[in-house]
C-alpha cells in the first residue's frame, strides 16, 4: 500500500508514547499481518513493551507465542516518553486486573479548592448512538491459534473437505506455513461456501466486505453473511444485521437488524448484544426501553467491550435505565478509556475534571484529555490547554 492504514498510523503514534494498549495493538497487528505486512520479530518488540508496562493481554500474547516457539525474551529498548516501564523477566500467566502493575500515572493529589471544572462530558438527556461499525481493528477470522500442515489440507480439499478449504484459506490469509496469498484465500473460501460450509460462507463475506484479495463489494458480502448466518453463525448474524442496520447493499432496516442482532446476542456475540442494546436505548427497530438497554451493555460489558462499557458508564452516570452510580460509571469509563475509545478518554478526562465518581485530579484529567486528542477527538486538546491556562493562572496570581 502507498500510505499506511489509519488505524496502523494511529497506534503506532500513541505506541511511541509509550501507551501501552497501542503498543499491544500494533504488536498483535504485525503478528497476525492484518494491514501491515507480518513480522513476527516488530510483534514482540512491541508486545514487550507493552508487556513490561503490566499489560496483561500483552503478556499473555507473548507466553501463547514463546509456546509457538517464537523467541520473545531478545532485548528491546525501552521509549522515552510519559511513562516510566518496568522491567519483567517473565511473561507468565496474565494477573488479575486488580493485581495488575498501576497505569503510567502519578498517585492523584489532594484536589484544589474551589477550581471553575470544564463542562460537562455528555449530555444529560437521551441521544441515539449509532450502530457499531463491524470490527477491523483485529483479525475478523480468528486466524492464528493453530498450525496445521498445508501439504495436509491440501490433500483434504483435493477430496472436497470444505473445512479444510477454509483452513488452507486461513493459511494462504495469514501467511502461516504458507507465502501470503489473499486471492486464493478467496478462491479457497469461495469452494468451501458454494459446498455450504457456512465458516467458508462468513469468511468469503469479510473479505468482499473488507475488499481483502477481491474488490470491495456489498452485495457479495450481505450475500455470504446471509448464507452464514442462515445456518445460525453468530459472528455472521451480527454483521448481516450491521449491513442491514446500516443500509449497506440493502435497503436499511433497524427492525430486520434487531431480528439479526437477537439471533447472535443469543448466542453470547458480544458485539450484537451491545449493539442490540443502542437499539433499545435508541428505541430504533424496537420499543424504546432504557432498563433492556442498561442489561444488555452490562452483558457486553461483561465480556470486556469498550463500547458497551462507555455506554454503560453514560447511563449509570446519568441514571437513565438504572439508579445513578457515579462511582460505578467511573470505573467503567475507564475501563473503556484503557481500551483506546476516544470518547471514553475524553469523558473520563471530565469526570477526573469534575471529581464526578472519582477523586478530582485535575493533572490526570489533562492527561487523559491529551489521550483523547490523540485518538482523534478534538475535544481533548481544547479542554487539556483550556485546564493548563487556567492553572497556571492561579498559580500565578
Not at 232 to 244: C, K, P, T, V
Amino acid at each position: 500500500m502507498a500510505r499506511e492504514p489509519e488505524i496502523v498510523t494511529r497506534y503506532r503514534t500513541l505506541a511511541l508514547e509509550n501507551d501501552p494498549v497501542a503498543q499491544f495493538k500494533l504488536g498483535d497487528l504485525y503478528r497476525l499481518g492484518y494491514q501491515v505486512k507480518r513480522d513476527l520479530d516488530e510483534a514482540v518488540v512491541w508486545l514487550v513493551r507493552s508487556a513490561r508496562q503490566g499489560n496483561a493481554e500483552a503478556m499473555a500474547l507473548l507466553k501463547k507465542m514463546a509456546a509457538e516457539g517464537v523467541d520473545v525474551r531478545r532485548r528491546v529498548d525501552d521509549l522515552p516518553g510519559r511513562s516510566s516501564p518496568a522491567s519483567r523477566p517473565d511473561y507468565g500467566s496474565a494477573p488479575a486486573e486488580e493485581a495488575a502493575p498501576a497505569k503510567p500515572e502519578p498517585a492523584e493529589p489532594e484536589p484544589e479548592p474551589e477550581p471553575a471544572p470544564p463542562p460537562p462530558p455528555v449530555q444529560a438527556g437521551p441521544r441515539v448512538i449509532l450502530l457499531p461499525e463491524i470490527e477491523v481493528e483485529t483479525d475478523p477470522l480468528h486466524i492464528g491459534e493453530t498450525v496445521e500442515d498445508p501439504a495436509m489440507l491440501r490433500a483434504a480439499v483435493d477430496k472436497g473437505d470444505a473445512a479444510a478449504m477454509v483452513a488452507l484459506g486461513n493459511a494462504y490469509r495469514e501467511g502461516k506455513g504458507v507465502s501470503p496469498d489473499l486471492a486464493e484465500a478467496v478462491r479457497l473460501y469461495t469452494q468451501a461456501a458454494k459446498a455450504g460450509d457456512a465458516r467458508g460462507q462468513y469468511s468469503l463475506g469479510v473479505m468482499y466486505d473488507q475488499g481483502l484479495g477481491v474488490a470491495q463489494s456489498n452485495a457479495h458480502a450481505l450475500k455470504w453473511f446471509r448464507e452464514a448466518a442462515k445456518q445460525g453463525d453468530a459472528a455472521a448474524q451480527f454483521n448481516l444485521g450491521n449491513m442491514i442496520g446500516q443500509g449497506r447493499g440493502v435497503e436499511a432496516s433497524p427492525e430486520v437488524a434487531a431480528k439479526w442482532f437477537r439471533q447472535a446476542a443469543d448466542q453470547g456475540d458480544a458485539g450484537a448484544i451491545f449493539a442490540l442494546g443502542a437499539l433499545y436505548e435508541s428505541g430504533s427497530g424496537v420499543e424504546r426501553d432504557e432498563i433492556q438497554a442498561v442489561e444488555l451493555y452490562r452483558q457486553a460489558a461483561d465480556l470486556g467491550l469498550a463500547s458497551a462499557l462507555h455506554n454503560l458508564a453514560n447511563m449509570l452516570r446519568q441514571g437513565r435505565g438504572t439508579d445513578a452510580d457515579p462511582t460505578e460509571a467511573a470505573m467503567m469509563c475507564r475501563r473503556a478509556a484503557e481500551q483506546g475509545l476516544a470518547e471514553a478518554q475524553y469523558n473520563y478526562g471530565a469526570m477526573l475534571a469534575l471529581g464526578l465518581g472519582v477523586e478530582k485530579n485535575e493533572e490526570a484529567a489533562i492527561r487523559w484529555f491529551r489521550r483523547a486528542a490523540k485518538s482523534g477527538d478534538a475535544r481533548g486538546e481544547v479542554q487539556a490547554a483550556a485546564l493548563e491556562r487556567r492553572r497556571t493562572a492561579e498559580a500565578s496570581s
